[in-house]
């Protein structure tokens, strides 16, 4: 699910879509594409990343290097998404660059005192308790400066930096908040972890398709919604990695694209759009 | 019934003699009434609209809206024609085991026959996830070893895992690899059970080996081949969850989704707790009617059954 022009679109019956699966299609014809990409689990992935005799991959979708290719890792350059066949550039991400969740703290009906305990949720959305519930303790982790500026250590040796984070945080779960005026005060190194991932966000911030947002569904619409894109989803992801690996993209789209409206893709929309609009009229 | 006290006494007299018997029995009942009964009661909710904040008996009642769903499912006649094939498949092999025991039993017992025991039974000793690593990597187009013995001779090697016609193949084979020897077992252990007279009267009647394979021990083996292929029959739709869906891929799912890997990330992973209860009761009620069915037809025809 994706919006454009401010509605809510399925992307994978979308023409970019099937323009898509067309190149990768051709690049598996010609064994740019690993012929297990369809197969293999992680761990035979990462083997291929980490391959100790030489680096074997030549290009892949993936986090910043120190944390996929090993010992490669100052071998790899990270790129701007590349052109797509309409000439357009796009990526998958967040534009605004935050991620707003829900349901991060709960308090349990059985709590005798929740006055107490939202008293001490309150406590995480400070500035400092935010900041080390995303990268880790001040004095293990962060280190506070004396001109009241913070930056992170380095992490321990042949670890990568975000592996050590997540040992050492909440990181993307758990409530928290940080000021725009105490952010500035975050100095992070622009050449590992999360200092990095900002200087990399730079090359395809522009081109990054609007994500569907996280919207509120009612109880019934709830009900439907995991069938749904269990069996939706599950054909997509089905019907890609055919169309991928063995071609009849244009032959085959129209079945696909009756195949899922049969499986209920119509209703599937209806709820998301539903949802949507929803979403976007709360003032 | 008229109540019968001496019957009674008798009875309990019977037990009252064979306490010791009783008490030994005990922790099993205790066992199963815990495990096996008391959580039946959780089937409920697959008739209810199960909410966890609710529990199970303050959810409301939802009748069979559930079964309806899932017989009007897109994924019913797909899961159903996928879980039966593969467990036809694998009931076919059923003789294999009979077999390796039957030719077990023709070897000299020496240390070579019981060195290919082991042998035969070790794989049994492998996890199904480490088993179904060692499959990914030996299938390996590219870096197993089918794709290097196929790039010897400059063709390259069919993608096992990636394909959706060879998925029950190569999940029934790798079974039959894995648990021949053991669940052949069994059957080496009903063989030594033979009285050797049988073979001598054979012997002095001029029998040659073939004809003791096919008049004495293949009847020997009767009852309790029958009785394993009942049991076999009852759990049909029970497809083993673990090993199928450790070898899941987009390529190979449409052949590679079964009830219970469904019933899996319908239930579990999107939390459709009703729904997936009631995929699989039903899958259970198919079982159960199935093991009576055939424990009748082999009641009729061999007077071999499990009650």
Known sequence: ?283 | MKSDPIHFSRKFGQIKQNWGLYTLLFPAVVLTLLFAYKPMYGVLIAFKDYSPALGIGGSPWAGFKYFEKFFNSYQFSATIKNTLVISVYSLITFPIPIMLALMVNQMRPNRFRRFFQTISYMPHFISTVVMVGLMMILFSPSTGLLGNMYSLFGKEAPDLMGSAGLFSSVYVWSDVWQHVGWDSIIFIAALSAVDPSLYEAATVDGASRMHKIRYIDIPMLMPTAITLLILRVGGLLGVGFEKVYLMQNDLNITSSEILSTYVYKIGLLSSQYSFSSAINLFNTVINFILLIMVNQISKKLSENSLW
Do not use: C, H
Request: no cysteine; proline share 6%; charged share 25%.
């Open chain 1, 1 to 283: 699910m994706l919006i454009k022009d401010g509605k809510a679109i399925y992307s994978p019956v979308s023409e970019e879509f099937k323009e898509g699966l067309k190149w990768e299609n051709k690049l598996y014809a010609e064994g740019l594409l690993d012929k297990e990409v369809f197969t293999q689990d992680d761990t035979m992935r990462s083997a291929k990343f980490q391959n100790p005799d030489a680096p074997i991959v030549g290009f892949t979708y993936q986090w910043t290097p120190d944390a996929v290719f090993g010992k490669w890792s100052d071998q790899y350059v990270t790129i701007p998404p590349i052109t797509g066949p309409d000439g357009k550039r796009y990526t998958i991400g967040n534009p605004i660059g935050m991620s707003l969740n829900r349901n991060e703290l709960l308090i349990t009906t059985s709590s005798k005192y929740p006055e107490v305990a939202a008293r001490w949720a309150d406590q995480f959305y400070t500035n400092e308790a935010s900041i080390q519930n995303f990268w880790g303790a001040i004095g293990t982790v962060i280190k506070k400066n004396d001109d009241s500026t913070y930056t992170l250590m380095d992490p321990p040796a042949g670890t990568s930096a975000d592996a050590w984070y997540w040992d050492q945080s909440l990181r993307d779960f758990g409530p928290k908040y940080v000021s725009p005026s105490f952010e500035q005060k975050i100095v992070l190194n622009p050449e590992s972890g999360d200092g990095l991932k900002l200087q990399l966000d730079k090359l395809g911030s522009e081109y990054v398709t609007e994500p569907f947002p996280n919207v509120m569904y009612t109880s019934e619409e709830f009900e439907e919604l995991p069938t749904l894109t269990t069996d939706i989803d599950g054909y997509v992801n089905t019907m890609r990695s055919q169309f991928i690996s063995k071609g009849g993209i244009d032959e085959g789209w129209e079945d696909y694209v009756k195949q899922l409206n049969k499986m209920g893709l119509e209703k599937l929309i209806k709820i998301r759009t539903d949802a949507y609009s929803r979403y976007m009229s709360v003032k």
